[in-house]
C-alpha cells in the first residue's frame, strides 16, 4: 500500500509569497493519479488539481502542480488571504483505492 | 449541478452499528465513470479513505476496515449507504462521500459528524 508523506506539516507564510508543498510517495505513483486539495475550517475539501498537473474547474492560475514518480508539488504563486487553509495530496491505486496524505497547513505569519 | 448529501446518526454507542446514506443528485450512479466514496476526518487529523463503490456495483474497501464495512448502492433512489460494525470511540469523525470521477473525487457532501460515546 503506497503511503503519502506531505512536507512541511505547517507552512507559514505571508499574503503574497509563494508556497511551496511537497507529496512524496513510498513507491511510483503514476501522475494521471495525483490530485491535490484544499479544505478549510468547518468545509469539505476542494479538488485543485488532478492528474499532478491539472487544475480542476474554477481554479485559480496561481495554483500549479508538478512532478512525477515519487516526488510532486503544489506551488501556490502568490498567497491570497483565501488560500490560507490545509492542504492534502491524494493517490488513485492499482487496488482501486484511494490514499491521502497527512497533510500541510499553510498559516498566516 | 451535482449535489452529494449525507445522513444518519450523529451519536453511536460503543459496539453499535453505523449507518450513513449518500443521496446524490446531478448524475446517476449507474454513470460508468463516476462511482462515490466515503470518506472520513477526526477531529483536527488527516482524510482517511474508507470505501468505494462503482458503477458496475463493483466495492473496494480499505484494508485495515475491510472487515468492519459494507457499501451499497440504490441506483433507483440515487443512494449510497455505508455500514460500519463495532463502532469504537475511535471512530468519531466527519464521515464524507464523494463523487469519484476518473481517478479523483470531485464533488464532496458537506459531511456529518458521528461522535461515538455512551
Known amino acids: 500500500e503506497i503511503v503519502l508523506t506531505q512536507s512541511p506539516g505547517t507552512l507559514s507564510l505571508s499574503p503574497g509569497e509563494r508556497a511551496t508543498l511537497s507529496c512524496r510517495a513510498s513507491?511510483?505513483?503514476?501522475?494521471?493519479?495525483l490530485a491535490w486539495y484544499q479544505q478549510k475550517p468547518g468545509q469539505a475539501p476542494r479538488l485543485l488539481i488532478y492528474?499532478?498537473?491539472s487544475r480542476a474547474t474554477g481554479i485559480p492560475d496561481r495554483f500549479s502542480g508538478s512532478g512525477s514518480g515519487t516526488d510532486f508539488t503544489l506551488t501556490i504563486s502568490r498567497l491570497e488571504p483565501e488560500d490560507f487553509a490545509v492542504y492534502y495530496c491524494?493517490?488513485?491505486?492499482?487496488?482501486?483505492?484511494?490514499?491521502f496524505g497527512g497533510g500541510t497547513k499553510v498559516e498566516i505569519k | 449541478q451535482v449535489t452529494l448529501k449525507e445522513s444518519g446518526p450523529v451519536l453511536v454507542k460503543p459496539t453499535e452499528t453505523l449507518t450513513l446514506t449518500c443521496t446524490v443528485s446531478?448524475?446517476?450512479?449507474?454513470?460508468?465513470?463516476?462511482?462515490v466514496s466515503w470518506i472520513r476526518q477526526p477531529p483536527g487529523k488527516a482524510l482517511e479513505w474508507l470505501a468505494h463503490?462503482?458503477?458496475?456495483?463493483?466495492?473496494s474497501y480499505s484494508t485495515s476496515l475491510k472487515s468492519r464495512l459494507t457499501i451499497s448502492k440504490d441506483t433507483s433512489k440515487s443512494q449510497v449507504v455505508l455500514t460500519m460494525t463495532n463502532m469504537d470511540p475511535v471512530d468519531t469523525a466527519t464521515y464524507y462521500c464523494?463523487?469519484?470521477?476518473?481517478?479523483?473525487?470531485?464533488?464532496w457532501g458537506q459531511g456529518t459528524l458521528v461522535t461515538v460515546s455512551s
Open positions: 464523494a463523487r469519484i470521477r476518473g481517478a479523483v473525487a470531485d464533488y
Open positions: 446531478g448524475f446517476s450512479l449507474s454513470n460508468a465513470r463516476m462511482g
Open positions: 463503490i462503482f458503477s458496475n456495483d463493483e466495492k
Open positions: 513507491q511510483s505513483v503514476s501522475s494521471s493519479y
Open positions: 492528474g499532478a498537473s
Open positions: 491524494q493517490q488513485y491505486g492499482s487496488s482501486r483505492s484511494l490514499t
